[in-house]
């Protein structure tokens, strides 16, 4: 779990952070708005919310050593679902290196949003808010081929991959190509 923080306002509810969380596995990502002032309490619902529920409890979740995550609180709800918290240490912050990757990518997209204003039209007219993006790019992160496995996370998921985004008519993105590749080139 990560935390992309000091993004620009978005959505109703005026976020300012993003919550990262990948599964080392199939190496999906979720990309979960939140405030950079959440509480211990706010990021286990959010988590619980959006991973428990639909992918079950991990085995071990690695993290570095944000003080949310080693809190009395932590502790005891990683006792209660039966989970191991593993750190990266701050002399090898790279113990995950796919991880890291792939954190700083989704990190690299969420700001590149805020930064310049990407847009996109929807029924309404235009709009920039890095919140409503988020689910089209974990999507189209998940239905991508990754390099390390030559297969997307969806289909190392779920078995089957899952239809991506297609490009609108009006896009200021053109061509075929993975939305995720025109964003990091």
Not at 30 to 51: K, P, Q, R, S, V
Not at 168 to 182: A, D, W
Request: hydrophobic residues 35%; glycine residues 8%.
């Amino acid at each position: 779990m990560y935390w992309v923080t000091g993004l620009v306002p978005g959505g109703g509810e005026n976020f300012n952070a993003c919550l990262i969380i990948i599964d080392r596995f199939s190496e999906s990502v979720w990309c979960l708005a939140c405030h950079m002032g959440d509480t211990e309490m706010d990021t286990a619902l959010l988590f619980y919310n959006n991973i428990i529920s639909t992918c079950g409890v991990p085995k071990i979740i690695i993290s570095d050593r944000d003080p949310k995550f080693i809190s009395g609180f932590w502790t005891n709800f990683y006792e209660i679902l039966g989970t191991k918290l593993a750190f990266s240490t701050a002399s090898y912050p790279q113990t995950d290196g796919l991880a890291e990757r792939m954190i700083h990518t989704m990190e690299y997209i969420i700001r590149r949003f805020c930064a310049y204003g990407m847009e996109y039209k929807d029924h309404e007219g235009y709009s920039n808010e890095w919140v409503t993006l988020l689910p089209a790019v974990q999507l189209d992160y998940n239905t991508s081929q990754h390099s390390t496995t030559w297969k997307s996370p969806s289909l190392v998921e779920k078995g089957w991959n899952q239809l991506s985004t297609k490009q609108p008519k009006n896009s200021i993105i053109c061509g075929r190509e993975p939305m995720i590749e025109l964003l990091i080139a």
